[in-house]
């Protein structure tokens, strides 16, 4: 069966220069990666099945080679390059990541790690070697790094910058509702607290509803806080979360709070997920304990004290 054509970035270069890195982060924003894969196999590769849970036809593909791989010849791989495109029609580049000799060799001397093409003689020996076979490659290349000067979070960074291409390497955001009286969520990254607002609980007629309803919504936005407040928040968020994105957090969980869960917090939730949204963001919406019992024994304690310790009457549980 025909495959669609796939972006394929060929990743090589000298051995110590950041391969690892590269292939890591790449697979980080979510490209599929193969390291090492022989030559005679990419058909193959290319042929398979998709793997579970890939979403779409058009995942980008890194595969990563080197003097490691099997059957490794740089000139067989520039025809195959060739044939790739030609052929097939598969977008092909190569990103080659280079790094001056006594660089290298302080790295192998720190890791200790021996040259794949010096396993008995000095690294400088094995570098020298490896640079002449790579050279046909390095011409071809259509992206060159120098990581002479680049450490790994920096290479990481650099690779996230050009690679991260149109809704790849964005971090899964989720913002979520709940009760301070059952918790904090264990996996919130940033908790925000919004027992400030008046209550909805406290008006009979509200009581039974939730943040989800428009009486209840209107309620607790015409608090005096609640416009400048929940704007601050959305302006820190929308700061943040690309920033998250540029240090490659793979997930962002925002948990806004109040008393139970229903009202306060999970109004907020959706207001938030909306702006969000408009934003360019892709937020999952839950609500913890939307689906719990509107009072239980701890809630009605937190309720009752601040009930009686509240000076003017206006209870922020």
């Known amino acids: 069966m025909k495959r669609d054509p ?12 950041g391969k690892s890195t590269v292939l890591r982060t790449l697979e980080d924003l979510g490209w599929e990666v193969v390291d090492n894969l022989p030559l ?11 793997p579970e849970g890939a979403e ?21 791989i520039v025809q195959r390059i060739k044939q790739l495109r030609e052929q097939h029609g598969h977008d092909v580049g190569t990103l080659f990541l280079d790094c001056a000799g006594g660089e290298l060799e302080r790295r192998y001397s720190e890791t200790r790690r021996r040259h794949p093409l010096a396993l008995d003689r000095p690294a400088a020996d094995g570098i020298a070697r490896e640079r002449e076979l790579l050279a046909p490659i390095r011409r071809w290349a259509n992206r060159l790094i120098d990581t002479t000067d680049l450490t790994a979070n920096a290479l990481a960074q650099q690779i996230r910058a050009t690679f991260s291409g149109e809704g790849l390497g964005k971090p899964t955001l989720s913002v979520t509702s709940f009760g301070f009286s059952r918790g904090l969520p264990r996996n919130a990254d940033l908790v925000f607290d919004m027992r400030f607002l008046r ?27 609640y416009e400048a407040a929940v704007g601050q928040i959305e302006s820190l968020l929308l700061l ?6 540029a240090e490659g957090k793979s997930y962002v969980t925002v948990a806004f709070g109040c008393t139970g869960g229903r009202h306060r917090s999970v109004h907020v939730t959706e207001r938030v997920a909306a702006r969000l949204r408009d ?12 689906a719990a019992a509107p009072q239980d024994s701890l809630e009605g304690v937190q309720d009752e004290i601040t009930d009686k310790t509240d000076d003017d009457g206006a209870q922020a549980t």
């Open 40 to 50: 005679l196999l990419l058909d193959r590769l290319l042929s398979a099945p998709l």
């Open 6 to 17: 796939k972006d394929i970035l060929l990743v090589t270069g000298m051995s110590g220069a």
């Open 240 to 245: 943040l979360l690309p920033r998250y994105r």
């Open 56 to 76: 779409r036809s058009r995942q980008p593909l890194a595969l990563g080679i080197g003097a490691r791989t099997r059957d490794f010849d740089p000139e067989r």
């Open 199 to 225: 209550n909805p609980h406290w008006v009979p007629e509200l009581r039974p509803g939730t943040g989800l309803d428009a009486d209840v919504s209107a309620y607790i936005a015409e608090d005096q806080a």
């Open 279 to 290: 934003a360019g963001f892709s937020p999952t919406v839950s609500h913890r304990d939307l």
